[in-house]
């Protein structure tokens, strides 16, 4: 036979008792199930407010009518007239006796825990006379239990320690007579020697199954409740928490010992002593296999089971040089912290012996901290002791599972999500059946922090990278769509999602903790938008701390750069296709990187030279590896690439430069492209990269333009001055096509010089043939000495840009 529990909210509606009744009817099958229920849903909550408002002299009696009402509707819904009278009759009862009973606290301002037990006794006894008077429509027979005449106890009222024995007896003996019929049995009410009324604390009607359970030696205890069984992690904190098929007793308990809510682990163990089977099940969604806890789980590929937490705790840190290798210093601390009741969440010591740390319920740190130095009196008075100090605002996390007893690493992949996260750990604690390791951090971080290690270790879900950008322009609206396009894809093939939570361009900004539509992001931008703030934008990204974030910069503005170290310091990783950040000064451009590897995350650049082309990748690996390199030469301008693979024959330059602009291959102000800026800044990314320590103005330029253009005061005047030195463009076009040759315009690093300068090659160099906006670079190296290796392509437009600064964001993905 099985024993059934249904908890609050399965009683707690006309819907949820009629599925009860379905489930208990299907059940029956296998034989009489032993139903036994709780309360319905809030009324428990509801009758210790109405006992304490008697107990205060305030008025109950609506609370009390309300109870009644809830009662009597589900009756009326679930039973045609004719067959209300017995159970209305019945429920009447109870509600006199209880409106008697708070009368008498009313009167008497007094309410002793032994009045409370019994004015909370009526919460089971009414749901479960209603639920076994519908039930009796449908298996014949059924009948009401009140437990609490079955289940005997000391009497330490409110939370009482069942006689196992006799208990036993009694339902043995109870059952023997009753097993024809489906027993509807109160969960969580008991009784002493004098038959006063008890009640068996937290997660009572848990108990008053397993109690059952083990009694009758039932094959299996089921409890049906409002969720999915177990799950990963609390479902509240981590959307991606999923159910567990399957647990160990020892596993149930540590994961519900940090707080999970679905079971109250000490309620299992005398389910767990007769190794009876648990399944925790769903309601309202009753198909659903649930978890199954037991003794011989199959072997499964989960690394952990799960992650349970402690929202608000406080740590206790006791140090001194007395508690060196003086054995007997914890047994009286714990000895003296168990005798006054104070729970102990969670325990570690340093191998110097010169500290103990150890958790405790915020409510009682300041109780221990007294305790403590009353007991140590004489220690601290002799500095052997250093004066408690208390820590308060902190969370515990913990992961939990079998498994991990077999696998080395996962400490280092529980703290490198941390770590990478930005989450700093408090102290740690690894129980010895290596089942559980906790630790505690700083209360803000847990949600992060959950999160962080559920994706670490549930890697066969989809990672979520979380996004904030900056930048809606040509890059910024091509990456957008890029992203909505290829979300499918990285669902598919990468296990990644790319939420965009944060956007800014300089007039506005958005943020959406669920991702910002990216179908409609435009619309969303200018409806919902507030004025753009940098300082805000970063600020609020910090504040939504969320594991796995992303910085991406899009724009071609000085302003951002200042928030890069910030930001990379908060372990939030930085992608950036504007290259005015590594082409500042040097200190700058090291500090990123300094920021970057101490933290922890990453720091990517691609799109700073060639756009979408692997450049900056390629030397690091060939730096990474040990190659030297001798010579970098180069085409870097998209731009300038561009015009002087079109500027031939009748073409006119002020032309084909404009082209270039609405190509989308130019900087916002293509001035920065033709005055060698955008090329300098490149070189000189790649030189620092390769190990040169260098300033911008170390990099040699020769100009391709005459003074005027240079000196045009805006694009405008620039492109006026373009067409009045035509002249000057069309000579050095005929120069080159007289002798064969092209324009090129050739970056070189060498012997630690570099140096832009404008060539006429002809078509023996390799660089000589290029097309649209090329790009080209050649390393040479030591590896690379005979034949260097070289890079071509497209070096700029929005599309390769974009693509480049989405492969770094998915590379941020990868390194998690
Ligand atoms: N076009 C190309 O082929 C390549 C471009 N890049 C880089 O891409 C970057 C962006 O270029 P485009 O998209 O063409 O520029 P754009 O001018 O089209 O867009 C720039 C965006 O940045 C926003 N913005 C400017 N200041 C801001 C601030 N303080 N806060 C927030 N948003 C701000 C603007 O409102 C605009 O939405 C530049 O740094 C450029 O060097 C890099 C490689 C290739
Ligand atoms: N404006 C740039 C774009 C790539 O960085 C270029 O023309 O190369
Ligand atoms: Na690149």
């Known amino acids: 036979m099985k024993v059934l529990k249904f908890g609050g909210t399965s009683v707690g509606s006309v819907q949820s008792i009629s599925t009860l009744i379905e489930i208990v009817k299907q059940e029956k099958t296998g034989g009489n199930p032993v139903v036994v229920l709780s309360a319905m849903s809030g009324v428990t909550n509801l009758l210790t407010a109405m006992a304490a408002k008697a107990e205060q002299g305030e008025d109950y009696s609506d609370d009390l009518k309300h109870i009644e009402k809830r009662h009597f509707d589900v009756i009326k819904a679930l039973l045609p007239a004719s067959a209300q009278n017995p159970v209305l009759t019945r429920l009447k009862i109870y509600f006199n006796e209880l409106e008697d009973l708070l009368q008498a606290v009313f009167n008497l301002k007094e309410l002793s825990l032994q009045t409370r037990d019994l004015i909370l006794s009526y919460g089971e006894r009414c749901s479960t006379a209603m639920v076994s008077h519908i039930a009796n429509k449908h298996f014949e027979g059924s009948l009401f239990v009140d437990g609490s005449e079955l289940i005997k106890t000391n009497s330490d009222f409110g939370s009482a320690r069942v006689d196992t024995e006799l208990t036993e007896r009694l339902i043995t003996a109870f059952y023997r007579e009753h097993q024809d019929r489906v027993l509807f049995v109160t969960g969580f009410i008991a009784s002493n020697a004098q038959n006063r009324v008890t009640t068996l604390g937290r997660g009572g009607s848990d108990y008053t199954a397993a109690v059952w359970a083990a009694a009758l030696h039932a094959s299996e205890i089921q409890i049906w409740t409002d969720v999915n069984g177990m799950m990963t992690a609390d479902p509240r904190m981590v959307s991606k928490a999923f ?13 519900s010992y940090f707080g999970a809510k679905v079971i109250y682990p000490p309620t299992m163990i005398p389910a767990f002593l007769k190794k009876i089977p648990i399944v925790i099940k769903n309601t309202f969604d009753p198909g659903f296999a649930g978890t199954f806890i037991k003794n011989d789980v199959r072997p499964s590929s989960l690394q952990i089971k799960g992650i349970s937490s402690i929202d608000q705790i406080s740590i206790i840190n006791l140090s001194g040089s007395g508690m060196v290798g003086k054995t007997g210093f914890s047994g009286r601390l714990f000895s003296l912290l168990s005798r006054e009741q104070i729970n102990i969440v969670l325990i570690t010591q340093s191998s110097s012996e010169h500290s103990i740390t150890f958790a405790v319920k915020p409510e009682d740190a300041v109780r221990a901290v007294g305790l403590i130095s009353k007991e140590f009196e004489l220690e601290l008075e002799a500095r052997k002791l250093d004066l408690p100090e208390v820590e308060n605002d902190l969370s515990v996390l913990a992961i939990v599972g079998e498994n991990m007893r077999h696998t080395p690493g996962m400490s280092g992949k529980l703290f490198h999500a941390l770590g990478r996260n930005g989450v700093n750990v408090r102290a740690i604690a690894q129980g010895s059946s290596e089942y559980n390791i906790s630790v505690i951090l700083t209360r803000g971080d847990l949600s992060k922090a959950v999160n962080a290690v559920h994706e670490a270790f549930f890697s066969d879900l989809k990672r979520t990278l979380n996004v904030f950008c900056l930048g809606t322009g040509n890059i910024g609206k091509t990456l957008f769509r890029q992203l909505r396009e290829q979300s499918p894809f990285l669902d598919k093939n990468n296990d990644l999602q790319v939420k965009v939570i944060g956007m800014a361009n300089s007039r506005l900004m958005h943020f959406d903790e669920q991702g910002i539509a990216l179908n409609k992001w435009e619309e969303v931008l200018t409806g919902h938008g507030e004025p753009a703030n940098l300082e805000q934008f970063v600020k609020r990204m910090k504040a939504f701390n969320l594991p796995n974030c992303v910085f991406v910069d899009n724009t071609a503005s000085e302003a951002p750069i200042a928030y890069y170290q910030g930001v990379l310091a908060s372990s939030i990783s930085v992608v950036t296709c504007n290259k005015i950040g590594n082409s500042g000064t040097l200190e700058q451009y090291s500090s990123f990187k300094d920021t970057a590897r101490r933290f922890g995350v990453d720091f990517f650049y691609e799109t700073n030279v060639g756009a979408g082309l692997p450049i900056i990748k390629t030397l690091k690996d060939l730096m990474l590896s040990g190659d030297k390199l001798s010579r970098i030469e180069a085409i870097l301008s998209g731009t300038i690439s561009f015009i002087f693979n079109n500027f031939k024959g009748e073409h006119d330059f002020a032309a084909i430069v404009r082209e270039a602009q609405e190509k989308g291959y130019t900087e916002p102000d293509p001035r920065d492209d033709l005055n060698g800026k955008d090329f300098m800044r490149k070189m000189l990314i790649l030189a620092r990269d390769a190990g040169y320590p260098m300033e911008a103005a170390d990099v040699q330029i020769e100009n391709i333009l005459p003074d005027s253009c240079l000196h045009a005061d ?29 324009l090129r315009y050739i970056g070189k690093l060498e012997n630690g010089v570099v140096r832009i300068a404008l060539e006429m090659v002809n078509e023996s160099h390799p660089f000589y043939m290029l097309s649209g906006s090329d790009n080209i670079i050649s390393f040479t190296t030591e590896r690379y000495k005979d034949r260097p290796l070289v890079v071509k392509g497209p070096g700029a437009g929005a599309e390769v840009t974009a693509a480049g600064v989405f492969a770094d964001i998915i590379n941020v993905g990868h390194s998690l």
């Open 243 to 255: 159910p567990l098929a399957e647990l160990s007793y020892t596993e149930a308990m540590e994961l």
């Open 714 to 742: 805006t694009v405008a005047e620039f492109y006026e001055e373009l067409v009045k030195n035509r002249g000057y463009f069309e000579r050095l076009k005929a120069e080159a096509e007289g002798s064969g040759r092209v």
